[in-house]
T-cell receptor
Framework: KQEVTQIPAALSVPEGENLVLNCSFT??????LQWFRQDPGKGLTSLLL?????REQTSGRLNASLDKSSGRSTLYIAASQPGDSATYLC????????????FGAGTRLFVKA | NAGVTQTPKFQVLKTGQSMTLQCAQD?????MYWYRQDPGMGLRLIYY???????DKGEVPNGYNVSRLNKREFSLRLESAAPSQTSVYFC?????????FGNGTRLTVT
């Protein structure tokens, strides 16, 4: 069964700290992995997409890495800011006779000013 | 270019009532999805459609039916709503990747 797990479920850090969010998945034959941000009561905003052939992607203060063999991805946020407070969701896509995407439960991040 | 459009945005139902959530995308994507989101549980896949004319069950299909009306539209139907179906429902589409989401439908079943 294809599953996605995110650790920790919640995280509180002081402003300026560098932090790492973790995502693990079963079935390493993934098609791609995507990180999303969701603000309370809002929809999902795509942050980074890593294709299965890639090892990492970077956008500004965000860096996402992918290790398919171990079934893991990390989202690194540098110099965190209060505006980074949100829920971060990891989504893994498999192509098993059709594209199917499974989400992790998310990590709720709170950055204290 | 509207992307993925969901209607309605909000809905309140009484137990046993039925309703259909509508979703349309204008990006010519083959794949479309319905997810529900509950507090602390992330998004769970209800049904998906890999292409026009096909639909498959996801993680939590019980109590729902779907119709892929054409390439643009993918509807989700609750035949007899239950309080356990109170949730936020998201429709998404993709052409291999990445996922594009609608803004969600907040459904309350009393």
């Amino acid at each position: 069964k294809q599953e996605v797990t995110q650790i920790p479920a919640a995280l509180s850090v002081p402003e300026g700290e560098n932090l790492v969010l973790n995502c693990s998945f079963t079935d390493s034959a993934i098609y791609n992995l995507q990180w999303f941000r969701q603000d309370p009561g809002k929809g999902l905003t795509s942050l980074l997409l890593i294709q299965s052939s890639q090892r990492e992607q970077t956008s500004g203060r965000l860096n996402a890495s992918l290790d398919k063999s171990s079934g893991r991805s990390t989202l690194y946020i540098a110099a965190s800011q209060p505006g980074d407070s949100a829920t971060y969701l990891c989504a893994v896509e498999w192509n098993t006779g059709g594209f199917k995407t499974i989400f992790g439960a998310g990590t709720r991040l709170f950055v204290k000013a | 270019n509207a992307g993925v459009t969901q209607t309605p945005k909000f809905q309140v139902l009484k137990t046993g009532q039925s309703m259909t959530l509508q979703c349309a995308q204008d990006m010519n994507h083959n794949s479309m999805y319905w997810y529900r989101q509950d507090p602390g549980m992330g998004l769970r896949l209800i049904y998906y459609s890999a292409s026009e004319g096909t639909t498959d069950k996801g993680e939590v299909p019980n109590g729902y039916n779907v119709s892929r009306l054409n390439k643009r539209e993918f509807s989700l139907r609750l035949e007899s709503a239950a309080p356990s179906q109170t949730s936020v429902y998201f429709c998404a589409s993709s052409e291999e990747s990445p996922l594009h989401f609608g803004n969600g439908t907040r459904l309350t079943v009393t």
